[in-house]
């Protein structure tokens, strides 16, 4: 199993740092994981959010492929209903060029009323809008597609990131890998796969887990917390916007609690040893087609040491302990 | 004082050539910034056969990774093609990962095609372009707006206070008004009658209440596509079918009728040197002369898929021989 990183250019107050210094040290930051053996890194879109959340990945991917020589580039996802496809394709095409093929795309169907509303997109057909853009990408980027220039792959890897077995059952029919780890999604998708006649073997998954992994983990969970409350409750109220639903925030003794609750599939936020998280992790993929997991190199602006700790561990202990699974 | 410029045409390449060229270009830009270029310019077309570079923004990061202190700019980004929203997004991204360095020449594009493959309406791009524009420094300015009804906010707010540079290019009298009346500098390209245009451009510009901002025609037989070679005959030779690839599409494009706007309508390597136009292939002194006459050397490496060794020996003698002696 691949291990990598996952970024998404959130610099939430009251811990930011200053802009003209943040990408800067995020493309930085890349490098170092490379050096340190990461197999890819993974970019984030979201639009709207306080904290600045990275809203154009491949303009970023771009930066990082001109920095990296081996480091495989990921979108964790696209918002396909918010592009334009002729336009995605080109500039996929693109980012593939500058990496030499090292480029691989993640979408999904997005979630957040604004965000549709800021592109003018509809969110009651998202899901099939999706299906249709892996379609169309197919197509376009193809060995006999019509995009000038050709990406290297023809074409490069698409990956669906469906959350529900209605999702994987999508991805199943698209014989597409599937960017999620949820041990309920694999039955549809295998069933949806030897439907569309993929067959069982063309299973495959990959997915974020939200790990953070430190030296003394009951240190390190208390001054991650705060950062992780901004991330969940800014994802929950960026889910309720625009609903009517009011979104119900999670506080941070229901963290401490989730933390040693083994029973949830999704677990908020874990802080590890590494040791741990080879543990965690085995119980998280065992039985699943999962070839690659990757954790956010920083949760919501987390204090640059234990930043820099947890992507010595994840890559330098966890990465090589999990490597022949 | 040299200047580059990359489109990435690239008849014919493989996917190993062409990643190649990718990466010279960026490469090439270290080594402008090196020698102290004033910036590097690349620009935006699509559905070209030759793999015409379609996503400049894309190419800008790359090269603005590889660099600290270069300026970049995008000209011209066809920006009525775009969505302003995404556009505004990647300005933004762009402004950080670069620190400022990237700025913008916007441009309406004059190729049907490229209309049609975004489902937009040619007959109608003046319109949308004045709408584009005004979204786009609405977006830049990092305060909420509303954009054909919609709320939009790009986020993070710029690196540069106020968004990266805008100016636009064009060649008409209405391209100059549009630029004056957005409060925009006006890159002209050819024209038979510069000062009709600047005083359409001034007279919009006052008219809007904007101070006039920069102006600037290129004269017409100005040398934009330099290579600098030992020997002139045998540069034609090896640089001449790569530098008439770039004319004839570029003809092509615009037109039997518009040879001037093209910048050439030359069908050989024998006609394009004998205009003396805007493809050059000189000696270091001949370079030397460009730099007199115009002020920097537009040096266009890559032009029409030129082989990145064939591009490196040209800059190589640049180094040497031009920017040395002077």
New interface residues.
């Given amino acids: 199993m691949r291990a990598g990183i996952y970024l998404d250019?959130r610099?939430p107050e009251p811990w930011a740092e200053p802009?003209?210094d943040?990408?800067?040290r995020q493309?930085e930051l890349v490098v170092e994981a490379e050096r340190l053996g990461a197999d890819s890194v993974w970019l984030s879109e979201h639009?709207?959010?306080?904290d600045?959340?990275?809203?154009?990945p491949?303009?970023?991917a771009?930066?990082?492929?001109?920095?990296t020589e081996r480091i495989r580039l990921g979108t964790a996802v696209l918002l396909g209903p918010?592009w334009?496809p002729?336009?995605l394709a080109?500039?996929l095409?693109?980012?593939d060029?500058?990496s030499?093929?090292r480029l691989m795309v993640g979408l999904g169907a997005g979630y957040s009323r604004?965000e549709f509303?800021?592109?003018?997109a509809d969110p009651s057909t998202r899901y099939g809008q999706t299906d249709a853009l892996v379609r169309e990408l197919r197509r376009l980027l193809g060995p006999d597609g019509?995009?000038?220039?050709?990406s290297?792959q023809r074409p490069p890897e698409l990956w669906l990131g469906y959350q529900g077995p209605q999702g994987a059952r999508r991805a199943g029919l698209l014989g597409a890998p599937l960017l999620s780890t949820n041990p309920t999604s694999l039955d549809p998708y295998r069933a949806a796969l030897r439907e569309a006649g993929h067959g069982d073997q063309a299973a495959r998954m990959a997915g974020v887990v939200t790990v953070v992994v430190a030296d003394d983990p009951d240190q390190a969970f208390e001054r991650v917390l705060p950062h992780a409350l901004h991330q969940i409750n800014t994802y929950r109220a960026a889910a309720a916007a625009g609903t009517g639903r009011t979104p119900s925030p999670v506080t941070a003794d229901k963290l401490r609690t989730a933390r040693h609750d083994h029973t949830t599939v999704l677990s908020p936020l874990e802080v590890l040893t590494p040791d741990q998280t080879v543990a965690w992790l085995w119980t998280k993929v065992q039985g699943l087609p999962v070839e690659e997991v990757f954790c956010w190199a920083s949760v919501g602006g987390m204090p640059h040491d234990l930043v820099q700790r947890h992507l010595e561990l994840w890559l330098g202990e966890v990465r090589p302990a999990i490597g022949d699974w | 004082m040299l200047l580059v410029r990359f489109d990435m045409r690239s008849p014919g390449a493989s996917p190993e050539a062409r990643a190649d060229l990718y990466r010279a270009a960026i490469e090439m830009s270290a080594w402008a910034e090196e020698h102290g270029a004033v910036t590097a310019v690349v620009s935006e077309h699509h559905a070209s056969p030759d793999g015409y570079l379609p996503a400049p923004l894309i190419l800008a990061s790359a090269i603005a990774a590889r660099t600290t202190s270069l300026p970049i700019t995008v000209g011209a980004v066809l920006a009525g093609l775009h969505d302003p929203v995404a556009l505004a997004e990647q300005m933004v991204v762009l402004d950080h990962i670069s620190r400022g360095r990237v700025s913008y020449t916007i441009g309406l594009g004059y190729r049907p095609v490229e209309y049609e493959m975004f489902g937009r309406d040619f007959a109608d791009r003046g319109r949308r372009m004045d709408e584009v524009i005004a979204a786009l420094q609405a977006g830049l300015s990092g305060e909420p707006f509303e954009y054909q009804g919609r709320p939009v906010h790009v986020t993070p707010a710029p690196y540069t206070p106020g968004g990266p540079m805008l100016s636009y290019g064009g060649g008409s009298l209405a391209a100059a008004r549009r630029a004056g009346r957005f409060g925009l500098g006006f890159l002209g390209q050819g024209s038979d009658d510069p000062a009709a245009l600047e005083s359409a451009y001034r007279m919009a510009a006052e008219e809007a209440g904007h101070q006039p901002g920069f102006f600037y025609v290129p004269s017409a037989g100005s040398a934009t596509a330099v290579v600098v070679v030992e020997d002139v005959d045998r540069g034609w030779a090896e640089h001449g079918p790569h530098l008439l690839h770039d004319a004839q599409m570029y003809g092509t494009w615009v037109g039997p009728d518009d040879a001037a706007e093209a910048g050439s309508a030359a069908t050989t390597v024998a006609e394009l040197r004998a205009e003396n136009g805007n493809y050059r292939v000189v000696d270091p002194e001949g370079a030397r002369e460009i730099i007199a006459d115009q002020g920097v050397l537009p040096l266009f490496p890559l032009a029409g898929g030129t082989p990145p060794d064939l591009a490196w020996s040209s800059l190589d003698l640049v180094a040497r021989e031009v920017l040395t002696d002077g």
């Fill in positions: 250019g610099n802009w003209p943040f990408y800067a493309i639009h709207l959010f306080d600045g959340y990275l809203p154009q491949l303009v970023l771009a930066a990082l492929a001109a920095r918010l334009n002729a336009r080109e500039e095409a693109l980012v060029n500058l030499r093929g604004p509303d800021l592109y003018g019509p995009i000038t220039p050709p290297v």
